[in-house]
């Protein structure tokens, strides 16, 4: 019997974060350059196993190699397996993404000083245009700082 400890597959998580932690360039990391930098911190790692977990060709690796990979990108090993930590984390970096946005960053920008009615509103619009635009909705539950 083979029961995965993770929320997902492995492969989703690793491809998720090569595709949310960017370099200062907005450029996706390479498999060499994770490779040599969490085998520099102490556990050796090559780029093929990375490229064979992220492309879902294997998961069976040490809990180390989870570790490093973790480091690297800066999350907590949970991220691997605790699917409220994992979401909270996914918030943050989407967020991240959306920062780095000209258009986004000017709309937070103004939203600055509003009363909690004014960002009640705005939400309320911005999900308006979402769903005019056909997204799906927001998830609240998923946001970094959600109030219950």
């Known amino acids: 019997m083979s ?34 930098e969490i085998t520099e911190r102490g556990t050796p790692i090559s780029h093929t196993t990375l490229w064979r977990i992220r492309t879902g060709k294997t998961d069976d690796l040490s809990v180390s190699h989870l570790a490093g990979i973790a480091d690297f990108f800066g999350v907590d090993l949970a991220y691997f397996f605790d699917e409220a930590y994992a979401a909270k984390v996914d918030a943050e970096l989407e967020l991240r993404i959306a920062m780095q946005n000209v258009g986004i960053r000017k709309v937070a920008m103004r939203a600055v000083g509003l009363s909690s009615m ?17 997204l799906p909705p927001f998830d609240s539950e998923a946001e970094p700082d959600a109030q219950p």
């Open 3 to 36: 029961a995965r400890a993770y929320r997902q597959p492995l492969a989703e998580l690793v491809d998720h974060l090569f595709l949310t932690v960017l370099q200062q360039d907005g450029t996706s990391y390479s498999y060499e350059q994770v490779a040599r």
């Open 118 to 134: 004014g960002v009640e509103s705005l939400t309320k619009i911005v999900n308006v245009i979402r769903e005019m635009e056909g």
